[in-house]
C-alpha cells in the first residue's frame, strides 16, 4: 500500500488549500481514508474522514464548514479543500488509510497506512 500527499504550501489567514491523497495497492470498496495533523509540540489530530462503502463523511468540530473532504475513486485520490485557513490550522496533515469502518472522532493509532505528510502553515 502507498499513501502520497501533496499540496500543502504556505498561505495568508482566509485562503485556501486543496491537499490530495494518491492511493496504490488498497481496496477502496470498504474502510476509510483520513486526514490528521499534527502541529508542533501536540498530539496527531483527526480532521476529516470518508467511507470507501457509501461516501460517508466525518470533521472535526474545528473545520465544519471549512474543510471539505472529496474523492475521486476512479483516480484512487481523496482531496482536502481547506477555505478560511486559520493561524491554528497550521500543521503537517497527513493522510491515512483504516481497512474497516472507524468510529469517529478516531484515534490515530487504530490506522494502519499513513503517508509522509504536506505541511500546511497559515500565517500573515
Known amino acids: 500500500v502507498q499513501v502520497v500527499e501533496s499540496g500543502g504550501g504556505l498561505v495568508q489567514p482566509g485562503g485556501s488549500l486543496k491537499l490530495s491523497c494518491a492511493v496504490s495497492?488498497?481496496?477502496?470498496?470498504?474502510?476509510?481514508i483520513g486526514w490528521f495533523r499534527q502541529a508542533p509540540g501536540k498530539e496527531r489530530e483527526g480532521v476529516s474522514a470518508?467511507?470507501?462503502?457509501?461516501?460517508?463523511?466525518y470533521y472535526a468540530d474545528s473545520v465544519k464548514g471549512r474543510f471539505a473532504i472529496s474523492r475521486d475513486s476512479a483516480k484512487h485520490i481523496v482531496y482536502l479543500q481547506m477555505n478560511n485557513l486559520k493561524p491554528e490550522d497550521t500543521g503537517l496533515y497527513y493522510c491515512?488509510?483504516?481497512?474497516?469502518?472507524?468510529?469517529?472522532?478516531?484515534?490515530?493509532?487504530?490506522?494502519?497506512?499513513w503517508g509522509q505528510g504536506t505541511q500546511v502553515t497559515a500565517s500573515s
Open positions: 491515512a488509510l483504516y481497512s474497516v469502518t472507524p468510529a469517529w472522532p478516531s484515534g490515530w493509532w487504530i490506522w494502519d497506512w
Open positions: 495497492g488498497f481496496t477502496m470498496d470498504y474502510g476509510a
Open positions: 470518508i467511507l470507501t462503502s457509501d461516501g460517508t463523511r
